[in-house]
Every structure is written in C-alpha cells, then in structure tokens.
C-alpha cells in the first residue's frame, strides 16, 4: 500500500481516537521518553486491540539526544514496523542508527535488520542529501522537517533536494507537517508536494490526514 499519511502522536492519545481518523501509518512520540514509558505501554496495549494487523511507527529523539538508546528499546519492544529519526543531519546518523537498531533486535531475540528507518532531515542534512543514497538497507524513506515559509527559496530548494535525494535512490519522499488549523493552505502545501515527487506528508493534527490522503491518492 502507498503511504500517504504519517500521523504523529502523542502516546497520550486515546487509540480509538486516533484510529478513527485513518491515517496509513500513525508514528508514536517518543521524545519524552522516559516521562512517557508508561503511555507508550498503554497506547500500543489498546492499538493492537483496535488494530491488530496495523503496525505502529515510532518517533525517536534526535541521536543527539541522552534518550535515543531507551527510545529504541522501547520501540523494538513493542514491534516497531520503522523508526521515524528526526533531525538527521547525514547518512552517517542513520548507519549510527542502523547499528544500534541491530543491537537491539538481537537482544530482543528479533532477526536483525526488521525495522525500517525513516529519516527527516534538518538543515545540514538537507546540504548533504546525497550522503543518504545507500548509506542503510533499512532507508525506507527520506523527509524534512519544515519551519520554513512555503513560499520561500529556502523551502523550496529544501524540498526540491529531499525529493530528488529520494527519487536517485529509490525510497519515498516525506513532505513536512502543515500548520494546523488551515485547510487551505494544508490543500496548497499537499498539491505542491505531490507534484514535486513526494508520496506522502507528516501530519500533526487528525484533520490533516483526509485532506492528505485524498491528495496523495491522485
């Protein structure tokens, strides 16, 4: 199935509701891990209830971060389909990544190499796009993170390199989130990023995810 709609929520979100709204793939938060171990628990508890065939995803702080490790052990736990890596500055973070996903399988009892990974690139990882190309097997796809003016230079050479960093090596390509609130412009941004080659969109609020699956659907 085409992924459209990458839906981030909170671990705090009541799963039927969160269901309910449709999206291809909903990616759990876990920034605040360790603060939210025990919502992560509960919130995977009551998806495989709703949702028993339909994977979960799963929002890694930066690798920067003192929480990444913990992060990727809870994520394995409970049955990461991928891991979504923000921040992501070069393909090098993501063979970091690679490696420590690996040591976590293993001492899960997994086969190595089940998780995919999806990178969003910052800033310096929008300057060195190419390094991503084959830099892991586990590169499922390539986004960015936004926070610029859509109507920028800026914005529009950042994801006019993600989606062509994609294309070159064959993995979907991630447009960032909309501002919430605006269905309008989450209608401009959708078209504009379908007809610059990406498949999908990050979503942070639920009802962005229709209005982006009926656009990633044309």
Known sequence: MKIRSWFIVDPSAKAATVHSAGADVVVLDLTDVPESRNAVGDFCRAWADLAPAAELAFLLPALSSARTEAAIDLAIRY????????????GAEVQRLDMALRVAEIRAGLAPGKTQIVALADAAGILAASSFA??????????????????SDTARLAAGTIALTAAAADIAAIDAASPAGDAAILLSDCERARANGFSGKLCRSSDQVPIVNRIFSV
């Open 79 to 90: 049955g990461a389909a991928s891991v979504v890596l923000p921040g992501a500055r070069s």
């Open 134 to 151: 084959r830099c892991s097997n586990r590169l499922a796809a390539l986004g960015w993170e936004g926070g610029y003016d859509p109507s």
